[in-house]
């Protein structure tokens, strides 16, 4: 007899695939002693062939970073227009359990995800986020699916006190440290509110620093594409190179044109279209075929942030964390993306972003 974790690997293997065949694309190629860091063990990036790596979700939040994060949202982008009348306000009801705090929720969800085509996902958490180590690797434990933890700072609004008295020699060693003693994967994600901020400068060169010393990728935040190319130039010119580094957020920017993405591809760096799998995909649909045609296909990443819950849990009816294989992957097909093209966006790259050889001397896991 095989134990539970193992039988539910190989159900979710043989599923996926078959939701994403290799058709003649040649595998990818990784260093000597390159691993994938999940939060229960290395593994070998070969191993994760079998289906979508989600290099960018949100599994554990704490329960107020939601409400936080969309306060300050309307403050950024405030919609305008006439306010509707004032309605009676209804009494307050008990809050159900929050479910990223449900171990058993979370586990059935991510059995559904590795159903539908998902192989591992990439939570984009840290303590700023209320992000809980320990809760990721109960529900991967339960159901199988291997889950990457991220590592580093959010953005300004979410900074805890300390980031304001260190320097960025501080704040890298804080991250090197968290990078040599916990099940930490990559180093994301890392985010600019609006226009980078003094604070936010110095985190990008500690998370540069920390890159250098640990080899792990790094991931981003921007907003809606704002700042990306700044993000970029900051982390060249601590010596980061640009295949390391995925910049968040662009499928945001809206241009068919997609000048932006494309300086990123040319410079070699990964283009993250990680919010979809909803209504607002046809515009995406657009830039990631425009980035096809001019041939950067080994340069994109899609993911779709999920971070909410309700109706968009497959509990409650909704896609699920699936949803970039589910909803956004057909669109896709829909347009003219191959199988092949697919498989490499999905499968591929994101292995080719999370790999790395880890530093001589530094334990492993």
Same mark, same amino acid.
């Given at each position: 007899?095989?134990?539970?974790?193992?039988?539910?690997?190989?159900?979710?293997?043989?599923?996926?695939?078959?939701?994403?065949?290799?058709?003649?694309?040649?595998?990818?190629?990784?260093?000597?002693?390159?691993?994938?860091?999940?939060?229960?063990?290395?593994?070998?990036?070969?191993?994760?062939?079998?289906?979508?790596?989600?290099?960018?979700?949100?599994?554990?939040?704490?329960?107020?970073?939601?409400?936080?994060?969309?306060?300050?949202?309307?403050?950024?982008?405030?919609?305008?227009?006439?306010?509707?009348?004032?309605?009676?306000?209804?009494?307050?009801?008990?809050?159900?359990?929050?479910?990223?705090?449900?171990?058993?929720?979370?586990?059935?969800?991510?059995?559904?995800?590795?159903?539908?085509?998902?192989?591992?996902?990439?939570?984009?958490?840290?303590?700023?986020?209320?992000?809980?180590?320990?809760?990721?690797?109960?529900?991967?434990?339960?159901?199988?699916?291997?889950?990457?933890?991220?590592?580093?700072?959010?953005?300004?609004?979410?900074?805890?006190?300390?980031?304001?008295?260190?320097?960025?020699?501080?704040?890298?060693?804080?991250?090197?440290?968290?990078?040599?003693?916990?099940?930490?994967?990559?180093?994301?994600?890392?985010?600019?509110?609006?226009?980078?901020?003094?604070?936010?400068?110095?985190?990008?060169?500690?998370?540069?620093?920390?890159?250098?010393?640990?080899?792990?990728?790094?991931? =981003?935040?921007?907003?809606?594409?704002?700042?990306?190319?700044?993000? /970029?130039?900051? @982390?060249?010119?601590?010596?980061? $190179? +640009? *295949?390391?580094?995925?910049?968040?957020?662009?499928?945001?920017?809206?241009?068919?044109?997609?000048?932006?993405?494309?300086?990123?591809?040319?410079?070699?760096?990964?283009?993250?279209?990680?919010?979809?799998?909803?209504?607002?995909?046809?515009?995406?649909?657009?830039?990631?075929?425009?980035?096809?045609?001019?041939?950067?296909?080994?340069?994109?990443?899609?993911?779709?942030?999920?971070?909410?819950?309700?109706?968009?849990?497959?509990?409650?009816?909704?896609?699920?964390?699936?949803?970039?294989?589910?909803?956004?992957?057909?669109?896709?097909?829909?347009?003219?993306?191959?199988?092949? =093209?697919?498989?490499?966006?999905?499968?591929?790259?994101?292995?080719? /972003?999370?790999? @790395?050889?880890?530093?001589?001397? $530094? +334990? *492993?896991?």
């Amino acid at each position: 007899m095989i134990a539970r974790r193992d039988a539910l690997t190989l159900l979710g293997a043989g599923i996926t695939a078959a939701a994403f065949p290799v058709t003649g694309r040649a595998a990818p190629q990784f260093p000597k002693g390159a691993i994938i860091r999940t939060v229960l063990k290395d593994v070998p990036p070969e191993e994760l062939t079998g289906g979508a790596t989600l290099f960018h979700e949100h599994l554990s939040l704490a329960p107020d970073f939601m409400p936080k994060w969309m306060s300050l949202a309307r403050s950024l982008f405030p919609t305008g227009g006439t306010r509707a009348p004032a309605q009676p306000t209804p009494p307050p009801q008990p809050a159900p359990p929050y479910f990223m705090q449900d171990a058993d929720l979370m586990a059935e969800e991510m059995t559904a995800a590795a159903n539908d085509g998902v192989a591992c996902i990439v939570d984009g958490g840290h303590p700023d986020m209320g992000r809980d180590l320990d809760f990721l690797k109960q529900i991967s434990t339960k159901s199988g699916l291997p889950i990457v933890a991220g590592c580093g700072y959010y953005a300004q609004p979410f900074y805890p006190p300390e980031i304001a008295a260190w320097d960025e020699d501080r704040i890298a060693r804080e991250l090197i440290r968290q990078a040599n003693t916990q099940p930490v994967g990559v180093l994301g994600e890392i985010g600019t509110w609006d226009v980078m901020t003094p604070d936010e400068r110095k985190v990008f060169r500690a998370v540069a620093k920390t890159h250098l010393e640990t080899n792990l990728a790094i991931f =981003t935040h921007t907003n809606f594409g704002k700042g990306a190319l700044e993000q /970029l130039d900051l @982390f060249e010119s601590m010596g980061v $190179k +640009p *295949g390391r580094v995925a910049i968040g957020h662009l499928g945001g920017l809206n241009d068919p044109k997609v000048e932006v993405q494309r300086t990123i591809c040319k410079r070699g760096a990964f283009v993250g279209f990680d919010r979809q799998g909803g209504p607002g995909d046809a515009a995406q649909v657009k830039m990631v075929m425009a980035l096809l045609e001019a041939g950067f296909a080994d340069s994109l990443l899609f993911s779709s942030d999920f971070s909410s819950g309700g109706n968009q849990l497959k509990r409650n009816g909704g896609p699920g964390y699936s949803k970039t294989v589910t909803v956004f992957a057909p669109k896709l097909r829909e347009a003219g993306m191959d199988e092949k =093209t697919l498989h490499g966006i999905l499968v591929d790259n994101p292995r080719r /972003l999370l790999a @790395f050889v880890p530093r001589p001397g $530094k +334990p *492993g896991r």
